[in-house]
């Protein structure tokens, strides 16, 4: 199951108070992100204003989780352009 589809099977139960157009901008957004990040095998959070990526990984393994990290960015640039 897709972010979107978790995010959306979740709103669907809740009552929501922001303008649907909006929430619905934000979610398809925001799981569109998370999806891209994943797939690089990192986490995230998202706050007000920015996304935060993570991982955790063993010292031996610190130059190829630092390659994903590199990987994931350019996938978000080439998502955003």
């Known amino acids: 199951m897709s972010h979107l589809q978790r995010i959306m099977s979740v709103v669907g139960t809740r009552p929501v108070r ?3 157009s909006a929430l619905v901008t934000w979610f398809v957004y925001t ?6 990040i994943a797939g690089r095998g990192l986490r995230a959070h998202c706050y007000a204003d920015d ?4 991982t955790s990984t063993p010292a031996t393994d610190i130059p190829s989780t630092v390659l994903h990290f ?3 960015m350019d996938d ?6």
């Open 18 to 20: 922001l303008r649907t």
């Open 31 to 36: 799981a569109e992100l998370f999806d891209i």
């Open 51 to 54: 996304t935060q990526m993570y």
């Open 70 to 72: 590199v990987q994931c």
């Open 76 to 81: 978000v640039s080439e998502w955003v352009a």
